[in-house]
Each structure stands twice: as structure tokens, then as C-alpha cells.
């Protein structure tokens, strides 16, 4: 990798976790006429083509009227040589705006899984406590240097836990995107994880998890208790291979229909600055930050990729793909454009209530291989959907909200080197 694009690796980093610099005139805005400036995929001119569906078809794969349900979860039989410990926030949580704007909550919960013995996670669950505004959980491990900083910041707010748009919301914190701390995440349609046997994710004896949770408040708000079960064994009972999550964010610009195009917030800039007023400066510079990881210009587009190299030889074993509900699909391929082309992971028709990891065929990659992740949204999706009522349309940049929007693709990998 280049000394530049490490050095748009690490800014770029810096924005998808909690500390970012803000740098002026980042990148220019380019022309706002749809999928210009984008490079497209292998493949995409015929990709660009949606599956053929009805309007009934698009609002039942985005059924945000209904939530996921709170029915018990069976517990599945536990494998030779596991234990199951559930870990749960202390005390009821009510979410509300942080800025007393907008209907998203980040809040990140310091728990203790209580191991006194090096071991490896195999498995996890997240239970959500109030479904209807659970949007998405996601499990981090904390390293060291880091537990009493997360106890101060806990102890600080009178309410369990503490704010933590984009990241764990913690000074200083590097969230890696080839090698990231992601321990698991659950969205709408998740299930219990299990990792493949012979494999776990190293978790040192006195290790702690931050739990973080995104709460939507589009149908009200209420107490939550949320609660997270992990499978784990003894290191000293089991040599087992580590696995590591890589995360391929790319940036959306999703402009304005051309009917609405007049809007206050169908200007690239007023959209940012209502990101910024929603979710504080520092996660509201992710949508410009992320073209400095990706190497990409702004253009407003329908369909926009990111293309990166990887440092390290790996073997990927499970793919899954994270939009939000202006979603219409994802695509993860392995060197793009070359004859050793390859697709990780395709789904056609986004089903926001369906975001389960998939397990693939091992793929062998080697250090300097491609990756990317391409994703396409449509604003057609706001006449469909309940979640939309009342609110006007925007220039959808990358943000934090669920009206928001994302395009990430996570994978679940082994690099070469510990093998």
C-alpha cells in the first residue's frame, strides 16, 4: 500500500470511529447529474438493472411497519467443550435524541464477561429487550488502555452508558477497518452466530465488551434492557484458528428526485450540516471521510463503490452486507476487472429485514488483492414506506440515523500469518 493511501486509510479510519480531523475543502463537489464520476463494477451495466418487481414486492423486502419479534429465542445445543454466559445492560435504558434532534440514540454499555482465563469466543447472540427500537447492536472488544476511559465515560452520565455515534466513543479510538474489533452484530432478521468449528475470536482474560446499541425512535421510545449471549472456551482446552472481521464502507450520494430537487436539505452541503447538527461534528464528516479511504470524487449517483487493496493475505469464510431502507442492492467482489474475479457475496433485492451473515466457499486472497463493496439506493423507496411519512426528502449522504443511509460490507476472515 501507498504512503498516500495509508494515509487516506487512517484519516478515513478516524471518521468511522469517534475522532475525526476535520480537514477543509476535503473534496470537491462534482457534477450532480446521477451515476457520473463512479467507477463502475464488472458487470454493473447489467447489474444497474433492478430485479423485476412490484411496488407491493419493494415494501414487503422493507417491512418497517412490522418489528422483530420479542418471542423467546431457543437456545441452540452447546458444542464440545463450550460455555454460554449472558451479559446484559445493568439497568433499563430510555433512549432519546442526544442533540434534541432527530429519532437516533447511539448508546454504548460497558459489560464484564467475567473471564479469568484466556479464551475464544465461538459464538454470539443479541437478544434486543425493546425490539420496536433496537435498529442495531454491535459487539466491540476493548482493548486495555481503554477499559478506564469507557468506566469514566460510563460513570460520568447519569443514565447506564454513554453516547457513541459512529464507534465506542472513546478519545483517541482507532477503529481499524482491515482488522477491526468487532466481536459480532445483530440487525433486523440476525440470529445466534456460531463460528465454523476449529475457528474463535481470541478474547484475553479480562477483556471487556462495549456493547453499542442504536436505538431508532421513529414508533416512540421505551425502556430497554438489551442483552448479548456469547459462547466462549478455554484457550488452554482448544488450539483453534483466530478470526478477525474486515470491514468495505463506501460513501453514498444519493441526490434529490428531480421533482424535489428544491428542498432545503437537497443540497450536499445543508444535508452534511444536518448530519453534523444530528450526530455531533465528528461522525457527521464520515460521508466526506470515506472518499479519502475510498480514492473517489463526490459525485451525486445512484450506485456508488469503494475499491480497496489488503495488507495482509487472508482467507475469507462469511460475507454479509449493511444498507438502511433506501437500500435496493449490494454487491462484494474480489479483485473486480481482472481475470481472478470473483463474487463474495450478491443479494439483489434488499431485504432490510433480512441482514444475516452468509458463510461462502473459503476464498484465498493474496496481500495486494482488490476488494470492493457496490451498493445501490433509490428515493422512489420514501413513497413506499411508513418510516418516510413526514419527513422531506435530502441529498442522502452516509449518517447515523436510519433515514439515513450506509453502504458496508463485512467479512469474516483468517489472515495467513496465524495460521
Same mark, same amino acid.
Given at each position: 500500500?501507498?504512503?498516500?493511501?495509508?494515509?487516506?486509510?487512517?484519516?478515513?479510519?478516524?471518521? @468511522?470511529? %469517534?475522532?475525526?480531523?476535520?480537514?477543509?475543502?476535503?473534496?470537491?463537489?462534482?457534477?450532480?447529474?446521477?451515476?457520473? *464520476?463512479? #467507477?463502475?463494477?464488472?458487470? %454493473?451495466?447489467?447489474?444497474?438493472?433492478?430485479? /423485476?418487481?412490484?411496488?407491493?414486492?419493494?415494501?414487503?423486502? $422493507?417491512?418497517?411497519?412490522?418489528?422483530?419479534?420479542?418471542?423467546?429465542?431457543? %437456545?441452540?445445543?452447546?458444542?464440545?467443550?463450550?460455555?454460554?454466559?449472558?451479559?446484559?445492560?445493568? +439497568?433499563?435504558?430510555?433512549?432519546?435524541?442526544?442533540?434534541?434532534?432527530?429519532?437516533?440514540?447511539?448508546?454504548?454499555? @460497558?459489560?464484564?464477561?467475567?473471564?479469568?482465563?484466556?479464551?475464544?469466543?465461538?459464538?454470539?447472540?443479541?437478544?434486543?429487550?425493546?425490539?420496536?427500537?433496537?435498529?442495531?447492536?454491535?459487539?466491540?472488544?476493548?482493548? &486495555?488502555?481503554?477499559?478506564?476511559?469507557?468506566?469514566?465515560? +460510563?460513570?460520568?452520565?447519569?443514565?447506564?452508558?454513554?453516547?457513541?455515534?459512529?464507534?465506542?466513543?472513546? #478519545?483517541?479510538?482507532?477503529?481499524?477497518?482491515? &482488522?477491526?474489533?468487532?466481536? *459480532?452484530?445483530?440487525?433486523?432478521?440476525?440470529?445466534?452466530?456460531?463460528?465454523? +468449528?476449529?475457528?474463535?475470536?481470541?478474547?484475553?482474560?479480562?477483556?471487556?465488551?462495549?456493547?453499542?446499541?442504536?436505538?431508532?425512535?421513529?414508533?416512540?421510545?421505551?425502556?430497554?434492557?438489551?442483552?448479548?449471549?456469547?459462547?466462549?472456551?478455554?484457550? /488452554?482446552?482448544?488450539?483453534?484458528?483466530?478470526?478477525?472481521?474486515?470491514?468495505?464502507? %463506501?460513501?453514498?450520494?444519493?441526490?434529490?428526485?428531480?421533482?424535489?430537487?428544491?428542498?432545503?436539505?437537497?443540497?450536499?452541503?445543508?444535508?452534511?450540516?444536518?448530519?453534523?447538527?444530528?450526530?455531533?461534528?465528528?461522525?457527521?464528516?464520515?460521508?466526506?471521510?470515506?472518499?479519502?479511504?475510498? *480514492?473517489?470524487?463526490?459525485?451525486?449517483?445512484?450506485?456508488?463503490?469503494?475499491?480497496?487493496?489488503?495488507?495482509?493475505?487472508?482467507?475469507?469464510?462469511?460475507?454479509?452486507? $449493511?444498507?438502511?431502507?433506501?437500500?435496493?442492492?449490494?454487491?462484494?467482489?474480489?479483485?473486480?476487472?481482472?481475470? #481472478?474475479?470473483?463474487?463474495?457475496?450478491?443479494?439483489?433485492?434488499?431485504?432490510?429485514?433480512?441482514?444475516?451473515?452468509?458463510?461462502?466457499?473459503?476464498? $484465498?486472497?493474496?496481500?495486494?488483492?482488490?476488494?470492493?463493496?457496490?451498493? $445501490?439506493?433509490?428515493? &422512489?423507496?420514501? +413513497?413506499?414506506?411508513?418510516?418516510?411519512?413526514?419527513?422531506?426528502?435530502?441529498?442522502?449522504?452516509?449518517?447515523?440515523?436510519?433515514? &439515513?443511509?450506509?453502504?458496508?460490507?463485512?467479512?469474516?476472515?483468517?489472515?495467513?500469518?496465524?495460521?
Amino acid at each position: 500500500m501507498s504512503s498516500t493511501s495509508r494515509t487516506r486509510l487512517r484519516l478515513a479510519i478516524a471518521g @468511522l470511529g %469517534a475522532a475525526a480531523v476535520v480537514a477543509a475543502g476535503l473534496v470537491a463537489l462534482g457534477s450532480r447529474d446521477a451515476d457520473r *464520476g463512479v #467507477e463502475a463494477p464488472a458487470g %454493473a451495466n447489467q447489474a444497474l438493472d433492478p430485479p /423485476a418487481t412490484t411496488p407491493e414486492d419493494l415494501q414487503l423486502s $422493507h417491512d418497517d411497519t412490522q418489528p422483530v419479534s420479542t418471542a423467546p429465542v431457543k %437456545a441452540r445445543k452447546l458444542r464440545a467443550g463450550e460455555q454460554r454466559t449472558t451479559l446484559q445492560i445493568p +439497568d433499563a435504558y430510555t433512549p432519546s435524541s442526544p442533540t434534541g434532534t432527530g429519532t437516533d440514540d447511539y448508546r454504548c454499555f @460497558l459489560l464484564d464477561p467475567g473471564l479469568d482465563e484466556d479464551a475464544w469466543l465461538t459464538g454470539t447472540q443479541i437478544l434486543p429487550g425493546n425490539a420496536e427500537i433496537v435498529h442495531h447492536v454491535i459487539l466491540f472488544r476493548l482493548e &486495555d488502555d481503554s477499559v478506564a476511559q469507557a468506566e469514566a465515560e +460510563d460513570a460520568e452520565s447519569p443514565e447506564p452508558g454513554w453516547t457513541c455515534f459512529g464507534g465506542m466513543g472513546l #478519545e483517541g479510538e482507532f477503529n481499524r477497518v482491515d &482488522d477491526a474489533a468487532w466481536l *459480532g452484530a445483530w440487525a433486523p432478521g440476525g440470529r445466534e452466530t456460531l463460528v465454523r +468449528d476449529g475457528y474463535g475470536v481470541s478474547l484475553d482474560s479480562g477483556t471487556r465488551i462495549v456493547m453499542q446499541v442504536h436505538y431508532n425512535l421513529l414508533l416512540g421510545s421505551g425502556p430497554d434492557q438489551s442483552a448479548t449471549q456469547i459462547r466462549w472456551r478455554p484457550k /488452554a482446552d482448544s488450539d483453534l484458528t483466530p478470526l478477525h472481521t474486515t470491514l468495505l464502507a %463506501a460513501p453514498v450520494e444519493l441526490p434529490c428526485r428531480p421533482q424535489h430537487e428544491l428542498g432545503p436539505l437537497c443540497d450536499r452541503d445543508a444535508s452534511i450540516a444536518d448530519a453534523k447538527k444530528r450526530f455531533g461534528e465528528s461522525a457527521g464528516q464520515t460521508a466526506n471521510l470515506l472518499h479519502l479511504l475510498c *480514492g473517489t470524487n463526490i459525485y451525486a449517483t445512484q450506485t456508488t463503490s469503494c475499491t480497496r487493496e489488503i495488507p495482509r493475505a487472508m482467507t475469507v469464510l462469511g460475507a454479509a452486507g $449493511h444498507m438502511h431502507l433506501l437500500g435496493r442492492w449490494i454487491r462484494i467482489e474480489a479483485n473486480p476487472g481482472t481475470p #481472478e474475479a470473483s463474487q463474495i457475496l450478491e443479494i439483489p433485492l434488499w431485504n432490510f429485514d433480512d441482514q444475516g451473515a452468509k458463510r461462502i466457499k473459503p476464498l $484465498h486472497l493474496d496481500a495486494g488483492d482488490t476488494l470492493r463493496v457496490t451498493c $445501490h439506493h433509490e428515493q &422512489d423507496m420514501r +413513497d413506499l414506506l411508513p418510516a418516510f411519512d413526514g419527513t422531506q426528502e435530502k441529498y442522502v449522504v452516509w449518517a447515523e440515523g436510519t433515514t &439515513d443511509e450506509m453502504c458496508l460490507g463485512i467479512l469474516q476472515v483468517v489472515f495467513d500469518d496465524e495460521v
